[in-house]
């Protein structure tokens, strides 16, 4: 992989995805993109990949398409709804060869070792993308209004120096990127925060910060935290956090106007990823015999409002 010019394609072209692509292409990266919402990808070859943002606004010329097409490259960006991972790490054989990472990053637990199953796990490293906001204005226009952190990660450990060479890449797309060598702590950190917020949000309508305030949601928000710390230390993952309660209230102070994307999901009529976020936890409690009700009751209650939405929806 060479840092100044590095062949990268990245599947699932949404919000995030476009921030990821704009930025890595406006600093030399060969990127491409996969998408398959067809308008967008219609505008992206048409006028360019624009992003806005607090950083400044840029257009970038890349390769847009609708279905993976056959060309190696040495990073694949995976960067689809948890949903769609399967489907969507099954098609990406056109793009690898021998020596090509998989860079996978979603919300919630889960997904990394579905991708690892179907591309293998020697090539797979896991992303965590922090306090970003992005949305997509119209076809082939990304805007984010915060960009915060990523943190890559082997799957299953090791292999630190093959995933340093993919942080430094970001990093020159001015990326705040680092290597770690364990990414399940942090995927667990994120997790806790993503629970206590992702659920209560949904179902109400209301900003993070709004939530944290409430009387009544404030305590649902922090049970389901503190329960999913409680769950990560049962099953033997090594937190540094220490006090679950001042880690989502510091969560929600950095982004207080902030909308969840499962509430973003509703909003838009999409099914939510709410069964890898808040129904992680239940799925996890049950590997060391416990339970997790707190969060099995949400998972339960935004589900029942994605089948059955509101009079308002």
Not at 45 to 50: D, F, P, Q, R
Not at 76 to 100: C, I, N, Q, R, W
Not at 126 to 136: D, E, N, Q
């Amino acid at each position: 992989m060479t840092l100044e010019r590095t062949r990268i394609a990245v599947v699932g072209c949404g919000a995030m995805g476009s921030v990821y692509a704009a930025r890595l292409a406006s600093v030399g990266h060969e990127v491409l993109v996969v998408d398959a919402w067809a308008d967008h990808v219609r505008a992206i070859n048409e006028h360019g990949l624009a992003l806005s943002g607090p950083d400044g606004d840029r257009v970038v010329r890349i390769s847009a398409h609708t279905e993976v097409p056959a060309a190696v490259v040495d990073l694949v960006v995976l960067a689809v709804k948890a949903a769609h991972v399967a489907d969507a790490a099954a098609s990406l054989a056109p793009l690898l060869g021998p020596g090509t990472q998989v860079l996978t990053i979603q919300n919630g637990l889960g997904s990394a070792e579905l991708v690892a199953e179907i591309v293998g796990a020697e090539r797979l490293v896991v992303g965590i993308a922090s306090g970003f906001g992005a949305s997509l204005r119209s076809p082939g226009s990304a805007h984010h209004n915060a960009m915060r952190a990523l943190r890559f990660g082997a799957h299953g450990g090791g292999r630190l120096e093959q995933v340093e060479e993919i942080a430094q890449a970001w990093q020159l797309a001015g990326f705040d990127a680092e290597a770690v060598p364990e990414i399940l702590p942090m995927q667990w950190e994120k997790l806790i925060c993503n629970v206590a917020y992702s659920a209560p949000c949904a179902l109400t309508g209301l900003t993070v910060s709004e939530v944290r305030d409430d009387e009544h949601l404030g305590a649902v928000s922090r049970a389901a935290a503190t329960e999913a710390w409680e769950v990560a230390r049962a099953v033997g993952v090594r937190l540094e956090v220490q006090d679950p309660v001042a880690l989502v209230r510091d969560f929600a102070a950095r982004m207080p106007l902030a909308k969840p994307s499962a509430l973003l999901d509703l909003e838009a009529g999409r099914a939510s990823e709410i069964d890898v976020i808040n129904g992680a936890v239940p799925r996890e409690a049950a590997k060391a015999g416990l339970a997790a009700p707190v969060n099995a009751t949400l998972t339960a209650l935004v589900r029942a409002r994605e089948v059955r939405p509101t009079e308002e929806d």
